[in-house]
């Protein structure tokens, strides 16, 4: 990269790739004073920026190892110290570039949807994705709490400007979203009662001798129980349907993949970087726990998204089954499994952030997004439903795409383990996901009713092609095009960064 | 809604005691970085007397002395001086906050440039509190459209 002859901004790369996004949003506001069609090559700006000094930060991590950068210069535990390793390296690229894509793609259904708001609208999507950026990247804890009350008020006020009872939902998120922080919140206060620390790796090293202490015992419920509310893991997830539903195309193509995503990061990290993988496996059975969870909103993720006549909100279901993926693959510790739901994060952000943006494309010409908005769009937008069949194909999990190879490792994972309950879950998940996806693809072909045609009508009458903008079809193809590549380079991607990620059960 | 306050002793007293109000502000966030007070506090109190100002003599007199697009503004720029203290000193070769870093540019030591790179700091929180408070205050109040505001967008709407 051009970045490598500076060595002192690869030096400053973790803090450029939080305040970048900060600094320029909060200067949006101003700049859309002066013109408000400026913001939109700002934002793009930042987010490119942002990108470029993520990818910097993951490459000096392959090739350096472990970054550590002190705050203001304080020496941790006293100072803020930011952490990039493998699984945030990894984490920071796929949420800066997916912003970036998200960004541009945003552009046109925004100014139909929230006309008049750009300005505010850009300022806050900075906002959010300086909040996402932040959680991954620190290596305090309380300092995560901060960002993550960045991301989560960021996210509250993007989707409470969506379509009708927006505002409703958004509330909802709000007071389950808060209560999840708070116990966060608690949980360091309790970790910081016993240890007088909030550093993460200091916290790893002055905790094991406290394993057997109540209040530590606590503490790890409390994280548990308010990580598990922000990723929405049955039966926590009451608050996402809604939300994402009614949020504004752009906002639920951003914060639907990354906010449930970014949390399960945030528990593996508490799992593994805070407390060492024996406590939740042998002083406490927070991993059966995990994994009987994991199962359970699989299931009924699947299930509930069948029931589902709207396109947004069965993805939303999908996503609550999808994040039964993850967390199942993280209890039952073991390697294999483990890298497999690391990997699956990394595609589940593609798939969703790609299914998202083809419901935002039919509400963007339909003006609503139900399943039968879908009736002959193969004619009509030939392109976007060939992306669209591609992530389809990956979030079933047909092999050459990304979805086949997490599903596969994770299946490993469970039959090492002997959890054929798991195995079976994520059988019966995909099974449910050819059903969902066939139907759509059904009516997008128009092969089910009028079978008769109506009079006059022979068949095949022409609908004319009326293709998605290409600043929205672009970023979706792009989305198509990644899901296949890490497909085929999953074993690079498993051989050069997860498996320094993962801990080796 | 803010109406148009009618009260003479409310107005009279409100205009005598603003100035005092604001300058006890202004000397909070002054001495914010090695007393007991500081940024937040003072614009607190900065943003109170502005809230008194809307409250005593109604937004359409007093919206010359607060004007919208000034808040925005503020908001935006203070916090950016805030985050801009910081990148100072990425820039002057240090790591994010490291305020001893200013003291290349303010020719003293690092202690005292650490004591300026608060005070900064706090100057920043200030103007962005004052800012949001008073941008909170007319929007609850007047239900997100201020007066005035509406016939302009009742006028776009028909020009449409």
Partial sequence: MILEQFPFL????????????????????????????????????????????????????????????????????????????????????????????????????????????????????????????????????????????????????????????????????????????????????????????????????????????????????????????????????????????????????????????????????????????????????????????????????????????????????????????????????????????????????????????????????????????????????????????TIALSIIGVPPTGGFFSKWYLLQGALQEGSWIFVAALLFSSLVNVVLFFRIFEIGYGFHGDHGHSAGGDGGEAVAIREAPLSMLVPLMIAAATIVLLGFYNQALIGKIIQYAVPVL | MIYRGEDIIIRTISRMLIPFIQLYGLYVIMHGHYSPGGGFQGGVILGASLILLLLAYGYQDAKSRVPEKLLTVFSGVGVFIYAGTGFLCLVLLGNFLDYAMLAKILHTDAAHARSLGILSVEIGVGMAVMAVMVSIFLDISTGGVLPGEEEEKQKTAEEA
């Avoid at chain 1, 900060?22 to 002066?34: K, R, S």
């Avoid at chain 1, 996402?132 to 901060?146: P, R, S």
């Avoid at chain 1, 009614?246 to 990354?258: F, I």
Wanted: hydrophobic share 60%.
């Fill in chain 1, 10 to 389: 690869v030096h400053s790369a973790p803090a450029l790739i939080i305040v970048i996004p900060l600094m320029f949003a909060l200067l949006t506001p101003v700049i859309g004073l002066i013109r408000r069609e400026w913001t939109f090559p700002w934002m793009l700006l930042a987010l490119l920026l942002a990108t470029l000094f993520s990818v910097t930060a993951l490459q000096d991590v392959m090739r350096n190892g472990v970054i550590h950068y002190r705050m203001g210069n304080w020496e941790p535990p006293w100072g803020i110290e930011y952490v990039v390793d493998h699984l945030n390296g990894l984490m920071l690229v796929l949420i800066s570039a997916t912003a970036l894509l998200v960004a541009v793609y945003g552009k046109k259904s925004v100014e139909q949807e929230l006309p008049g708001k750009e300005v505010y609208f850009r300022c806050i999507f900075l906002l959010q994705v300086t909040g996402f950026l932040g959680i991954v990247i620190t290596g305090d804890a309380f300092n995560l709490y901060v960002f993550l009350e960045i991301a989560s008020l960021a996210g509250y006020a993007l989707i409470a400007i969506g379509e009708d009872g927006a505002p409703f939902a958004s509330f909802r998120y709000i007071i389950m979203g808060t209560i999840g922080a708070c116990f966060y919140l608690l949980a360091i206060g309790y970790l910081y009662i016993v240890t007088g620390s909030l550093n993460m790796a200091d916290l790893a090293r002055l905790l094991p001798p406290l394993y057997g202490s109540k209040v530590v015992l606590t503490a790890f419920a409390f994280f548990m129980v308010g990580i598990a509310i922000k990723m929405a893991l049955f039966p926590l997830h009451v608050w996402l349907p809604d939300a994402y539903t009614k949020a504004p195309s752009a906002v639920s193509a951003l914060v639907a993949p990354l906010m449930t995503k970014v949390s399960v990061y945030v528990m593996i990290r508490i799992l593994f970087g805070v407390f060492a993988p024996s406590f939740s496996i042998s002083v406490v059975p927070a991993m059966k726990i995990l994994l009987v969870a994991g199962i359970v909103a699989i299931f009924t993720g699947a299930i509930l998204a069948l029931a589902q006549k709207d396109f947004k909100r069965m993805l939303c279901y999908i996503i609550v089954a999808e994040v039964g993926y993850m967390v199942g693959g993280v209890g039952l510790a073991n390697t294999t499994a483990l890298r497999g739901a690391v990997l699956h994060i990394a595609n589940d952000v593609v798939m969703t952030a790609g299914l998202f943006a083809v419901a935002g494309i039919i509400n963007y010409k339909m003006r609503e997004h139900r399943l039968d908005d879908f009736k002959d769009m193969f004619k009509r937008m030939p392109f976007t439903m060939a992306a669209f069949a």
